[in-house]
């Protein structure tokens, strides 16, 4: 007996007829959705904003000029100058009263020997920093490699097979990083020196695959945990041996894993800071302990750190950038299906 | 195409059986279905045979080749699992591609034995999608000729069905069986649906609790369960159990009600329920319910569904106990109603209440 009246009922969810608008098409999604999206957008890049301020303010620093640096109330507008930049890449004199009255009267300096003039100073040479910067490069590529091979083969083995002990074993592992890193670096000074380790490439990647290897075991063992035995043992079933199931089947399925372990493997050992001081000198010395080393005797040239710090962020932010996609997790998640 | 038998396999996890030692041989293009609740072990014989699974003891023969302790690559046998497991960065056609490769055929022969496996499932306009984008049903149409392109000694199926929607599940299963009937091959397909067990199976292996309860056809296992469980596991709703005092020819129901039992039970019942002082379980199944006044068994109406084609009848005896009973679609009983009903004498099955084991009847060894 249904009538008609002027105002009927909100239907509910388990009436038939009852309809959601699950759809993401902008023009039909009502005004009220947007509205709250755009308060979404509007939250994260003002959080985005405060941030990336100490990013920006670096950024800024590395173009400006000594007194601009330094100046009380800080600049916003300047004049750039890549004077930061000549400070960080190379190794400079003071001059004398005579000998800046001789220089300035050549006509054959370039635009970097001008900049460094306008200081009182003459240029003598390269700076260790590329150098610097190319032995982090490769510390950190080869110990992140290592670390990230090894602990995705020890991961797989963890997760897939009986192993006697393998508690106890994943326990040691994660115990690796219980001790403050701090603590055992003059005692590894001391090995390092022995051996002749000490301010070698291969000690230092030793060092940081070993550091890294337990954290990768652990963080990729959770992802190959989640990868189901199916696809495995369909490709075990289908003709593969077990090490081509792993290369063909877990590997592709592990990239998110991979990558995100990798990202971290990488941001660690590219960063680390106080092993790099103790047990790196010349040869072997990485950035970071590097960038605080242009202080310099006359003041501290902002600058230059400020330069320094730059380049030191961008092979990082490369590398993120390009394995962002794996790194939002369950791209990869497809086609198994759970009842 | 091949045989497949297992000689005393058993497993064991940690000292517990996941499956008592089993001996079973599967015929040549036989289709057997392991059916049992879930944690009955038919899962782990299944990967026992396909070698994912390592025995405890015991020998499987695959066509009379030993296989027990070869790898799963080496038994020339196909698995298709619940989920499917596709491989969500290939396409269609590069997962079923992918056994061909492994036995390194030409690239010419994959793309022709990848074309006449789509054409047969009907899914050669698919090829090129990949497995998120598909529906369940086609992701395991997929599996399935990924499981077929290599034409295998043998095909075992893993609740190949169980992740799809009712509506896809009828229709693969009827996919299945055809396929089966020409293909002619050998097939172990492991199921917790009785519907799919019966209507599949040439064969049907019931186990329960890590022990095969009863091997043989749908009708058998279901006309003559060899126990109790098979008895009311099998069936929806399952035998109608009642217990009873046999004296002479006749049981007498736990309400009082008694009725006249089968000769060729006769001697059997005597023998068999010495030690019971006579107690006996007494089984048929819902169609064996002839309601009538010359019934022999008094009950009242407890509930009554109409199934469409049929009624399903729900009688409460008179100490409590629940018969069911399968009537004509026309009948109508009012709730609460007093009536007499009887039992077809062919149709009805008696138990030891101890051993749980059906009672043959004389002539007749299980």
């Known amino acids: 007996m249904a009538t008609v009246t002027s105002s009927p009922a909100p239907p509910t969810s388990n009436q038939p007829g009852y309809y959601v608008n699950y759809s993401t098409r902008v023009d039909k999604v009502g005004l009220r959705p947007r509205i709250a999206t755009m308060v979404r957008a509007i939250i994260a890049v003002i959080i985005a904003f405060i941030m990336l301020i100490p990013v920006f303010w670096m950024g800024l620093t590395a173009f400006k000029s000594r007194p601009d640096a330094v100046s009380v109330p800080p600049t916003l507008l300047f004049q750039p100058t890549l004077e930061g930049f000549v400070s960080l890449l190379t190794d400079r004199r003071q001059l004398t009263a005579a000998e800046l009255q001789e220089y300035q009267a050549r006509d054959d300096l370039n635009w970097a020997d001008e900049l460094t003039l306008l200081r009182g100073q003459v240029i003598i040479g390269q700076s260790q920093f590329p150098r610097q910067l190319l032995n982090s490069l490769i510390i950190s590529a080869a110990s992140t490699f290592f670390s990230v091979t090894f602990g995705v083969l020890a991961a797989y083995a963890f997760s897939r097979f009986q192993i006697p002990g393998k508690d106890d074993l994943l326990f040691f592992i994660l115990s690796q990083r219980m001790l403050p890193a701090v603590v055992v670096t003059i005692p590894i000074f001391l090995m390092y020196k022995e051996i002749g380790l000490h301010d070698t490439h291969f000690g230092m990647i030793l060092l940081y695959t070993s550091f890294n290897l337990s954290f990768s075991v652990w963080l990729l063992k959770g992802f190959i945990d989640e990868i189901p035995r199916e696809y495995e043992e369909a490709a075990l079933v289908d003709g593969y041996t077990r090490l081509q199931a792993f290369r063909k089947v877990v590997l592709p399925q592990a990239v998110t894993g991979i990558a995100a372990t990798t990202v971290f493997a990488l941001i660690f050992s590219w960063n680390e800071y106080a092993f790099a001081l103790m047990l790196t000198s010349n040869n072997a010395r990485t950035a970071p302990p590097s960038i605080p080393e242009v202080l310099g005797t006359g003041g501290i040239e902002w600058a230059a750190i400020a330069a320094g710090s730059l380049a030191f962020l961008i092979p990082v932010v490369i590398v993120t950038f390009a394995l962002r996609k794996h790194l939002l997790r369950g791209v990869t998640f497809g086609a198994i299906r759970k009842g | ?366």
């Not at chain 2, 390592?54 to 020998?59: E, F, P």
């Not at chain 2, 492994?102 to 306009?125: F, G, N, Y």
């Open chain 2, 1 to 366: 195409m091949a045989t497949i038998e297992l000689k005393q396999v058993e497993k064991k996890f940690a000292e517990s059986f996941a499956v008592q030692p089993l001996d079973l041989t599967i015929n040549d293009g036989e289709f057997v279905v392991f059916l049992g609740p879930s944690g009955c072990g038919k899962t782990t014989t299944l990967r026992m045979i396909s070698g994912l699974e390592a025995v405890t003891t015991g020998n499987i023969y695959l066509d009379g080749r030993d296989v027990t302790w070869l790898h799963p690559s080496d038994r020339d046998i196909a698995f298709v699992f619940q989920f499917f497991a596709l491989y969500s960065h290939m396409t269609a056609r590069q997962n079923i591609a992918f056994p061909l490769q492994a036995q390194s055929e030409s690239r010419d022969q994959i793309t022709k034995k990848v074309a006449d496996v789509a054409k047969m499932l009907k899914i050669d306009h698919i090829l090129d999608q990949k497995p998120g984008s598909l529906s369940g049903g086609d992701q395991q149409r997929v599996a399935l000729a990924r499981a077929l392109v290599r034409r295998p000694a043998a095909f075992l199926m893993d609740e190949p069905l169980g992740a799809l929607d009712a509506e896809f599940r009828e229709s693969m299963r009827a996919e299945i069986k055809q396929l089966h009937i020409r293909q002619e091959a050998t097939t172990v397909y492991v199921t917790h649906d009785q519907i799919e067990a019966m209507a599949m199976g040439d064969r049907i292996v019931i186990m329960s609790k890590a022990i095969v309860q009863q091997v043989g056809t749908p009708s058998d296992v279901y006309h003559n369960p060899s126990n109790l469980f098979v008895a009311r596991f099998i069936g929806s709703p399952g035998m109608n159990l009642l217990e009873g005092q046999y004296v002479d020819g006749r049981v007498m129901l736990a309400g009082g009600s008694t009725f006249s039992i089968p000769n060729a039970y006769n001697v059997a019942l005597n023998q068999a329920l010495n030690d019971t002082g006579g107690k006996v379980i007494v089984g048929f199944r819902p169609e064996a319910v002839r309601v009538g006044d010359s019934g022999e068994i008094a009950a009242h109406v407890y509930a009554d569904d109409l199934h469409g084609g049929y009624s399903m009848l729900h009688f409460e005896l008179d100490d409590g106990v629940i018969v069911h009973g399968r009537v004509g679609r026309d009948s109508h009983h009012t709730i609460g109603t007093g009536l007499q009903f009887g039992v077809d004498p062919a149709m009805v099955r008696f138990f030891h209440p101890v051993t749980e084991q059906a009672i043959q009847p004389n002539g007749v060894h299980a």
